[in-house]
C-alpha cells in the first residue's frame, strides 16, 4: 500500500494558481524525484505536505490515515496539526539550522522539546536526554559528523550545514523526508557529498521526495520521477522512460535545456 | 590651584550627591524603558490598524522632537495649563516628571531597535522549528529570543551611553543632578561662589561612568559571540 496519498491538490495565491490539481502515490522505501523548471510549483508544493501552506483543494493521506481534506475541513487545533506535520520532514535549500546551538544540539532540540509531553518526563529526564543524544550522535555519524558534533553551524561548511540538517530532520523519524533543492546553496565541490548521503538513505528505504535540478542523480537514485511544469504534473514514471524517452514535449524541452547547459 | 585644592572635598560632595541623583534617573529609565519599548514594538507591529498606526504615531511624535521640550511640557503641562499639578512639589515631583519623560522618550527608541530584531529575523528560523513539530511558543523561547537579544544588544547600548550624557537634560526642570550640582558653585553654595570649574568637572563623572558601561556592554556582547 502507498504510505503516500496525494489527491488533487489545488493552490492559489490571489489569482495566480501555483498547483492545479496534482495527484500522485509514494509507496514506502522508495523515492520520488520531483523536477521541473523554477516557478513551476515544486516548493509550494512540499510546502503544503508539510503544512506551511494550506491548499484550496485536496486529500492528503499518510498509511491510509487522512491527514488533510479540504471537502470536509476540520477544523485544526494546534496540537493535532503538530502531530499530523511530522509525518513529514523537510530539509530546506537555506539549511535554516539554528546558530546559536551546536550541531548536536540542533539535531537534539525538537525531540527534547517533544519529550517533554511524554508522562514519564519528569521521572526518567536523565535516560530519555541521554537516549536522544545517544540516537543524534549515530545520526550525525551516518552523516560523516561525528568529530563536527560540537561545532556551530557559522564553523561548518555548507554541505557539513546541509547533512546537520538532514540528521536533524531524519531524528524525529518523519514517515516521508522531503528536500527542496538540497544543493542548490553548494558550492559545486560540496553537493557531492550531501547527495552522497542522501543516496545512502535511498539504499535505505528511506521513503523520501526530492526536488533537485540535479538530473543525473533525480535519474539515479529515484524509484520514480514526477516533471512538473505550470503547476501541472506534467509526466511521470519510472525515470528511465521519463528521462530517456519522454512522452510530453514539454518534459523533452526541459531536458534539453539540462543537456545544453552541460 | 591653591584655591580649588581647598574647595575640592565640598565640592566632590556635592557633585557626588548630584551624580547620586543622575545614577537613580539612569536606572529608572532604564528599568521602565527596556520593557515598554517591548511593549510598543509589539503595537507597532500589531495587526489590528488602529493599535499599529497609533503607536507608530507615538514613536513618530517622540522621536521626532526633542527631548528637552519633552521634559518641558510633561512637567509644566499638568500644572500651568490644566491647574492640576500632578507631579507634587520639589525635587522627588521633578524626579518623577523626568522619569516619566525619560522613560516615554527611551522607550520608543528602544521598540524601534526592538522591531527591528524581531523582524530580522529570516522567517527560515519559524519555519525550520515548525516543520519539526515546535509550538510557536517554543520557536520564540527556544530558537528565537536569543538570535534577536544578539541582534540588539549592539543598538541598545549605544543607546545606553547616549542616556547616560541625556540625563544632563533634566537640569531644564531643576532635577537636582550633577549638572545642577555642578552650577551651584556658580552663582554660590556652601561658601563657594564664582567657580566654573566644578561645572567643568562634571564631565569627569560622565566619561567614568560611560567607561564603566562600555566595558559591562562590551561584555554581554563577546558572551553572545559564540555564534553568528
Ligand atoms: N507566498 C507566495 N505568495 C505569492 N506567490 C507565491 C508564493 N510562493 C510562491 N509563489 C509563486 O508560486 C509559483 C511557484 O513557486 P514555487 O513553488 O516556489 O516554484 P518552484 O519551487 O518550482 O520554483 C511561483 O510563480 C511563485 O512566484
Ligand atoms: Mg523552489
Known amino acids: 500500500m502507498a504510505i503516500l ?18 495527484s500522485f502515490t509514494l509507496e514506502k522505501g522508495k523515492t520520488l524525484s520531483l523536477i521541473g523548471s523554477s516557478g513551476s510549483g515544486k516548493t509550494t508544493l512540499l510546502r503544503c505536505l508539510n503544512f506551511l501552506e494550506t491548499p484550496d483543494q485536496g486529500v492528503i493521506r499518510v498509511t491510509g490515515e487522512v491527514l488533510l481534506d479540504m471537502a470536509q475541513p476540520q477544523k485544526q487545533t494546534a496540537a493535532l ?97 522531503c528536500f527542496d533543492e538540497p544543493t542548490s546553496a553548494l558550492d559545486p565541490e560540496l553537493t ?46 519510472d525515470p528511465r522512460e521519463v528521462f530517456d524517452h519522454p512522452k510530453e514535449e514539454r518534459t523533452r524541452q526541459f531536458l534539453a535545456r539540462y543537456r545544453q547547459e552541460r | 590651584m591653591e584655591q580649588i585644592l581647598q574647595q575640592m572635598p565640598i565640592v566632590i560632595g556635592a ?27 509589539l503595537g507597532s507591529m500589531s495587526r489590528s490598524l488602529v ?71 529570516p522567517r527560515g528560523q519559524d519555519e525550520a522549528g515548525l516543520v519539526l513539530g515546535m509550538t510557536p511558543r517554543q520557536i520564540f523561547f527556544h530558537v528565537k529570543l536569543l538570535q534577536m537579544i544578539k541582534a540588539i ?27 545642577w550640582a555642578g552650577q551651584s558653585f556658580l552663582k554660590g553654595s556652601q561658601g563657594i561662589s564664582g567657580a566654573i570649574w566644578p561645572l567643568f568637572f562634571t564631565a569627569v563623572y560622565y566619561l567614568v561612568w560611560n567607561g564603566i558601561m562600555t566595558i559591562v556592554l562590551g561584555r554581554v556582547e563577546k558572551r553572545l559571540n559564540y555564534f553568528r
Open chain 1, 5 to 22: 496519498e496525494v489527491e488533487h491538490i489545488q493552490k492559489s495565491f490571489g489569482a495566480t494558481r501555483v498547483l492545479d490539481d496534482i
Open chain 1, 81 to 177: 496539526l503538530r502531530k499530523k506535520r511530522l509525518h513529514f520532514g523537510l530539509v530546506f535549500q537555506s539549511f535554516n539550522l539554528f546558530p546559536q546551538y551546536t550541531a548536536l544540539e540542533n539535531v537534539t532540540l525538537a525531540g527534547s522539546l517533544l519529550a517533554r509531553e511524554r508522562p514519564d518526563y519528569r521521572e526518567h529526564k536523565k535516560d530519555i536526554l541521554a537516549e536522544l543524544e545517544a540516537q543524534a550522535m549515530d545520526l550525525l555519524t551516518q552523516m560523516g559528523l561525528r568529530d563536527r558534533a560540537e561545532r556551530y553551524p557559522h564553523q561548518l561548511s555548507g554541505g557539513q550545514c546541509q547533512r546537520v540538517a538532514i540528521a536533524r530532520a531524519l531524528a524525529l523519524h518523519p514517515d516521508i523526508l
Open chain 1, 192 to 237: 557531492g557529498e550531501v547527495l552522497r548521503v542522501i543516496r545512502e538513505l535511498a539504499e535505505r528505504e528511506t521513503t523520501m521526495m526530492i526536488v533537485t535540478h540535479e538530473m543525473a542523480f533525480a535519474r539515479d537514485v529515484a524509484d520514480t520521477v514526477i516533471f512538473m511544469d505550470d503547476g501541472k504534473i506534467c509526466e511521470q514514471g
Open chain 2, 15 to 41: 557633585l557626588n550627591t548630584g551624580f547620586l541623583q543622575t545614577l537613580k534617573l539612569f536606572f529608572v529609565t532604564l528599568l521602565g524603558a527596556l520593557p515598554l519599548g517591548l511593549v510598543i514594538a
Open chain 2, 51 to 121: 493599535i499599529s498606526l497609533f503607536t507608530r504615531t507615538i514613536v513618530w511624535i517622540v522621536r521626532g522632537s526633542p527631548l528637552m521640550i519633552q521634559l518641558l511640557i510633561i512637567y509644566y503641562f499638568p500644572g500651568l495649563v490644566l491647574h492640576t499639578p500632578i507631579w507634587g512639589g520639589g525635587e522627588s515631583g521633578r524626579f518623577l516628571a523626568a522619569s516619566v519623560a525619560f522613560i516615554l522618550n527611551y522607550a520608543c527608541y528602544f521598540s524601534e531597535i526592538y522591531r527591528g530584531g524581531i523582524q530580522g529575523i
Open chain 2, 153 to 179: 544588544v549592539p543598538p541598545i547600548s549605544n543607546e545606553i551611553m547616549t542616556l547616560v550624557k541625556d540625563t544632563s537634560l533634566s537640569r531644564i526642570i531643576a532635577l537636582q543632578e550633577i549638572i
